[in-house]
């Protein structure tokens, strides 16, 4: 029986949540990767799972030559794992491979916050605030789902690469949503709301303030926080 995990090519791109509108393809190539990660995200496609480009080329009716930028697009976002002379495979969620994803997520992000408080408007600091009070409350209760709330928390950043006018920061910081939040739903433990709460509120202080020290130190300090969540014993 044919194996039809994978059987369309579905732009989904999963950059900005499921309630946002979906962007243009625009290559075939862009259209594997986002069917692909749809399938990774989804759990269709499990840790561990061979990718193989003969069989996906043929299954997706696509160039094994698409196959394969695709598949360096999905290593690059930390969603496969290389084999040298065999398929790649699913990345399989470590300890290790968090920590090397939320490294590079936390410099983008402190980017993101240092130039998007230098760079927003009023207007956008005041939807920044808005938003955030919807965020907060994603962190209400202990038994709130967690995904969710680091969802929203990792959104108020990214409004702030967007705010930054450097779209190469912003679609940087963009591309790395889907990995950290595999991470956290496969590897993280359960979180203390109050703090995280804080973070929000803290984080929206200091955008009204300009203050883009105590905002880069905020989100370096919420780095550490979410990686000792699942490092730690």
């Given at each position: 029986?044919?194996?039809?995990?994978?059987?369309?090519?579905?732009?989904?791109?999963?950059?900005?949540?499921?309630?946002?509108?979906?962007?243009?393809?625009?290559?075939?190539?862009?259209?594997?990767?986002?069917?692909?990660?749809?399938?990774?995200?989804?759990?269709?496609?499990?840790p561990?799972?061979?990718?193989s480009v003969t069989?996906?080329?043929?299954?997706?009716?696509?160039?094994?030559?698409?196959?394969?930028?695709?598949?360096?697009?999905?290593?690059?976002?930390h969603?496969?794992e290389?084999?040298l002379?065999?398929?790649?495979?699913?990345?399989t969620?470590?300890?290790?491979?968090?920590?090397?994803?939320?490294a590079?997520?936390?410099?983008?992000?402190v980017?993101?916050?240092?130039?998007?408080?230098?760079e927003?408007?009023?207007?956008?600091?005041?939807?920044?605030?808005?938003?955030?009070?919807?965020?907060?409350?994603?962190?209400?209760?202990?038994?709130?789902?967690?995904?969710?709330?680091?969802?929203?928390?990792?959104?108020?950043?990214?409004?702030?690469?967007?705010?930054?006018r450097?779209?190469?920061?912003?679609?940087?910081?963009?591309?790395?949503?889907?990995?950290?939040?595999?991470?956290?739903?496969?590897?993280?433990?359960?979180?203390?709301?109050?703090?995280?709460?804080?973070?929000?509120d803290?984080l929206?202080?200091?955008?009204?303030d300009?203050?883009?020290?105590?905002?880069?130190?905020?989100?370096?300090?919420?780095?550490?926080?979410?990686?000792?969540?699942v490092t730690?014993?």
């Amino acid at each position: 029986m044919p194996d039809r995990r994978i059987d369309r090519l579905n732009s989904t791109r999963l950059l900005r949540g499921a309630e946002q509108p979906l962007p243009v393809i625009s290559s075939r190539s862009d259209a594997v990767v986002d069917s692909l990660t749809r399938s990774i995200v989804s759990g269709e496609l499990a840790p561990g799972d061979p990718l193989s480009v003969t069989a996906l080329a043929q299954r997706l009716n696509v160039a094994a030559g698409t196959v394969r930028s695709a598949l360096g697009t999905l290593e690059a976002m930390h969603l496969i794992e290389h084999r040298l002379h065999r398929a790649s495979v699913v990345v399989t969620p470590t300890p290790a491979w968090f920590v090397a994803v939320a490294a590079e997520c936390s410099g983008l992000s402190v980017a993101a916050a240092d130039l998007g408080i230098a760079e927003a408007t009023e207007v956008q600091i005041d939807e920044l605030a808005e938003r955030a009070a919807a965020i907060r409350e994603l962190w209400a209760t202990d038994d709130s789902d967690q995904v969710v709330g680091a969802e929203g928390l990792w959104e108020l950043l990214d409004m702030l690469a967007e705010f930054s006018r450097n779209r190469h920061l912003s679609a940087l910081h963009a591309a790395k949503r889907t990995a950290l939040m595999l991470g956290i739903r496969s590897l993280s433990r359960p979180r203390n709301p109050a703090m995280l709460r804080s973070v929000v509120d803290a984080l929206v202080a200091a955008a009204r303030d300009r203050d883009r020290l105590e905002a880069t130190d905020l989100v370096r300090d919420l780095y550490t926080f979410v990686v000792d969540g699942v490092t730690e014993p």
